[in-house]
């Protein structure tokens, strides 16, 4: 039985997981290149909550379009 276009709890929970990676990946390279965390902005905050925002959103459209053999769009 093939389980495309579908998602449930678990990949909502597994795509906020990736956020936040994402969102301190992110965060950890803009520490780095101002040189520490207090001189973080307003606009480097936006920016990891854009990043993890778009990489959960990724991340539950692959789900989203894979089937339950992993066959990304049921051929890849």
Do not use: R, W
Not at 45 to 62: D, F, H, P, Q, V
């Amino acid at each position: 039985m093939s389980s495309i276009f579908k998602l449930n709890l678990k990949d909502l929970f597994k795509g906020l997981v990736v956020a936040l990676f994402v969102a301190v990946l992110t965060a950890l390279s803009v520490i780095i290149k101002n040189h520490g965390i207090f001189h973080m902005t307003i606009q480097d905050l936006e920016s990891m909550l854009n990043s993890g925002s778009l990489a959960m959103i990724a991340y539950l459209l692959k789900n989203f379009l894979t089937d339950s053999d992993d066959k990304f769009i049921g051929k890849i």
